[in-house]
């Protein structure tokens, strides 16, 4: 699948992973217009071919937790065998309380309960990216 | 009765009693016949024109054990012994009496042996084979003795001896041996009412009034034979149609005696140059007379008892009913029906009496716009013409009121005719409607249950919408705020939020759907819909479990009959089976295929496989009974509403183990063949992207799902 891609003028790259399309392309017209370059992929599989075909890596990830054929745990799995350069950002409708738990403990540099606010998401970005550096 | 069936075992004081009565009726009866049969002889051979003797001889023998045969016979030997002796010789009297004896106990051994112990004649067979035993061969083993008699004392020829003796039992046997043999069981007792006790003595002065009136014509009239040869006819006609065999033998009795004593005395109309001559065309003409009248009594009284016994069938039924001939005229009803008909306030279609056209009152009251009547009309047409044999149909007359069935049957008789059969099923229809009823609050509460347990799914497709709805007007707000203006991106943002509203909405109306308890409606639907719209409501507790389903409905596939509703809860109970049942299965190696087949024209199996551990061979046969699970959590009442439920849509549902992994459950239903699947319109859902969960194949039908060499299943297709 061809990923959406947003304007490449912005110097803040996200990449965006979610089987919705909808729910990826609100995200990613989120981000270009908080002024980032955004990248979306419809599922884990295509945002590992893109990182192995040698492009230049996300600043941060955006990643669904719950999609068909590769999970978002699978997906952080994955990038941390390749000890991916960028912090990873979870979010689902999970309301269960451990949900938070489970994906930090596997790597997520932050968590995020759907439906996400703007500011929600900015702040995770930006807690994320401090702590990276 | 005066003889009864002695019972085989030690003698009780009844069983002696019983023989004492015997006895006593027997002693005076025996000598009174003697005595008629020593009235009326042949002059040279001296046998008797009718000898009494040997049919009450035979009669209480026939009814009596034969352990009592002896006290009858010594009685009735004593008697012969008492009118004949001395006038005859000792020798004669003696042999005279073994004949007497040999006759009445061939007669009696042989019709106990063909007719029971308590012979009836209601049927021909049965008169014919009494009148073949006491007419023919008991007369004619008497004869032989008789003629001998009469040749070894030198009286006669053996052949006219042998007629004469024959014939004279013969007559017996025709008239006083059945009168006789059905008096003693009680017969003429139990038909003595006063009215019928009337008409006896009516048809009794008839007969001898005939002979009375010939005797006294002049001898040259010519109306004397035809009074004594002819006029009993009629009489005698009466007596069978109305007093069966045992009134008509006596009558039969009577006109024998008056002629008999009509010849002897020379008025009646059998007189011949010799006096032997003339009780030999006596004795002809009684013969000649006797059987067809016999046998018509026979038939007759066969006829009335058939007749009681439909009338007596008719009015024990509790439902109404009613007897068409082939034009649909009621020719009878029974009680029941007769009481509906003559209540003040029946219904029209009710108000129906003998005579009068069921099809006509139908058809009148079907134009006056009875829905009931036209199809009541239409069924009684069916069953008349004999194009259909069985119609039935239920109505009420009217909101709170008694509900009733009538089942019409086409009669397989000539002229053709039906059988209409009316109940009150008011009390069945509440029952039934009650026990609906609790179904449909059941079925609800196990809907409500499998939404409760796909909460969380649900939250998630309600969620997928809202976050995107979210994150696009909060872009758009922010690009709203840049100088310059991209309105084509805003309206393209704009255009996703309706798209996405409209996709929560569908969330919630089909989660309002399954939870809204509402009437059964069964209608042609589409499969593809149908279980694309399951496995929508199902797509997030799939995902959650990594299970990616495939549904293969072939094009072409006839929708499906049924409730929408109901049927999802049934696909959706499968479906979330199949995927819990997978749950211990490595994430790779589950599998969830929904496949629709045609197996006719008019069915559509839906097969449910899944690549689970397959169900346990114990719990295979209760797999569908209440209250059994595999589940740790749950009931156990999802399969069994299920399975109600596709029995409510007159299909089926069974469940087998595969022959590789996993269970498929098949669901069979109704299919509304005529409507073409391709040509129905379809509302799709456009606007988001999702992994086709329906896909359309042209390859052939697979095989079965796991039907080829299935280990075990549930219930196996019948």
């Known amino acids: 699948m061809t990923p959406d891609t947003a304007s490449p003028s912005e110097s803040l790259r996200i990449a965006i992973v979610d089987d919705e399309q909808l729910v990826r392309v609100g995200l990613r017209r989120y981000c270009c217009a908080l002024g980032m370059t955004a990248v979306a992929y419809a599922g884990g599989k295509e945002l590992l071919d893109a990182l192995s075909s040698a492009a230049a890596p996300p600043d941060c990830l955006l990643l669904d937790a719950h999609m068909p054929d590769m999970t978002g745990l699978d997906v952080q799995q994955q990038l941390r065998r390749v000890a991916a350069p960028f912090p990873t950002i979870v979010y689902s409708a999970d309301d269960e309380p451990e949900a938070r738990e489970r994906y930090l403990a596997a790597g997520a540099a932050e968590y995020l309960r759907k439906p996400i606010t703007g500011d929600d998401l900015v702040a995770a970005i930006t807690r994320a990216l401090g702590r990276s550096r | 009765m005066a003889t009864a069936r002695a019972a085989e075992g030690p003698r009780t004081d009844a069983v002696t009693l019983r023989l004492a009565v015997g006895l006593l009726l027997f002693a005076p009866l025996s000598l009174l016949g003697n005595e008629i049969g020593a009235v009326f002889r042949y002059p040279e051979i001296g046998a008797a024109v009718l000898f009494p003797p040997y049919a009450i001889l ?49 007669a009696a051994w042989l019709v106990k042996w063909r007719l029971g112990t308590r012979p009836r004649f209601e049927n021909a067979g049965a008169l014919l084979q009494f009148l073949a035993i006491g007419v023919v061969i008991a007369p004619a083993v008497g004869a032989t003795i008789g003629a001998a008699n009469v040749l070894a004392h030198g009286q006669g020829t053996f052949g006219h001896a042998w007629v004469a003796w024959f014939l004279s039992n013969a007559i017996t046997g025709l008239t006083i041996l059945p009168a006789l043999t059905l008096c003693l069981q009680g017969d003429c007792r139990r038909a003595a009412t006063r009215g019928r006790v009337l008409e006896a003595a009516l048809l009794a002065i008839a007969l001898v009034s005939t002979y009375g009136v010939a005797a006294l014509l002049n001898g040259e009239s010519a109306w004397r034979p035809a009074l004594g040869l002819y006029a009993p006819i009629p009489i005698l006609i009466w007596a069978a149609l109305r007093f069966g065999v045992a009134g008509t033998s006596m009558a039969l009795t009577v006109v024998t005696i008056g002629a008999i004593v009509a010849a002897d005395r020379g008025i009646g109309p059998f007189q011949l140059a010799s006096l032997d001559e003339s009780i030999l065309i006596v004795q002809l003409f009684v013969v000649l007379t006797s059987v067809p009248i016999l046998c018509l009594a026979s038939i007759s009284a066969g006829r009335r008892a058939i007749v009681a016994l439909h009338r007596g069938i008719l009015a024990s039924l509790h439902d109404q009913v009613a007897i068409l001939d082939g034009r649909g005229l009621i020719i009878e009803v029974n009680d029941s029906w007769r009481r509906e008909a003559d209540l003040p306030a029946a219904e029209p279609v009710h108000r129906a009496h003998v005579g009068d056209s069921y099809r006509e009152i139908c058809r009148s009251v079907a134009e006056r716009g009875s829905a009931t009547a036209a199809r009541l009309s239409a069924g009684l047409a069916g069953a008349l013409s004999r194009a259909s044999y069985h119609f039935e149909t239920e109505y009420d007359l009217g909101e709170h009121c008694a509900r009733y069935m009538i089942c019409v049957e086409s009669l397989a008789i000539p002229g053709g005719g039906a ?65 310059e203006l991209d309105a084509s991106e805003i309206a393209a943002i704009l255009r996703d939020i309706v798209s996405e509203n409209q996709r929560a909405a569908e969330v919630i109306r089909r989660l309002r759907a399954m939870l809204k308890r509402g009437e059964t409606r069964l209608m042609p639907l589409d499969v593809e819909e149908l279980v694309s719209e399951v496995l929508e409501l199902a797509h997030a507790e799939l995902i959650t479990r990594r299970v990616k389903p495939i549904a293969i409905v072939p094009p072409g596939t006839s929708p499906v009959i049924g409730d929408r509703v109901q049927l999802q809860q049934v696909l959706l109970n499968l479906i979330l089976n199949a995927n819990e049942a997978m749950a211990l299965v490595p994430a790779s190696e589950r599998k ?55 029995a409510a849509h007159g299909g089926r549902l069974w469940a087998e183990n595969n022959s590789d992994r996993g269970t498929t459950v098949h669901c069979l239903l109704r299919s509304a063949p005529g409507i073409a699947h391709d040509q129905r319109q379809r509302e799709r859902r456009a606007g988001h992207e999702r992994t086709p969960i329906v896909e359309r194949t042209r390859t052939p039908i697979p095989a079965p799902l796991g039907g080829t060499s299935s280990a075990m299943s549930a219930a196996p297709p019948t």
């Open chain 2, 58 to 106: 035979a009669a209480f023998l026939i009814l009596s054990s034969p352990r009592d045969w002896v006290w009858y016979i010594l009685l009735g030997a004593a008697a012969h012994f008492a009118s004949h002796w001395p006038r005859w010789s000792m020798s004669w009297v003696l042999a005279a009496d073994i004949a007497n004896i040999s006759r009445a106990a061939t």
């Open chain 2, 419 to 483: 059988f209409v059969r009316r109940s009150d099923v008011t009390a069945h229809h509440e029952a039934r409607m009650e026990a609906e009823e609790q179904r449909r609050q059941l079925s609800h509460l196990a809907r409500v249950a499998s939404l409760g347990q796909l909460s969380g799914a649900l939250a998630h497709e309600l969620n997928q919408p809202l976050a995107s709805i979210g994150s696009n007007a909060e872009a758009a707000i922010l690009l709203l705020n840049r100088p």
């Open chain 2, 592 to 646: 969830l295929v929904v496949l629709a087949t045609q197996p006719a024209d008019d069915s559509i199996q839906l097969s449910i496989r899944d690549s689970g551990p397959g169900i346990p061979p114990a719990l295979m046969d209760r797999l569908f009974e209440p209250f059994v699970t595999t589940k740790s959590e749950g009931l156990g009442l999802g399969l069994s509403i299920s399975r109600t439920i596709v």
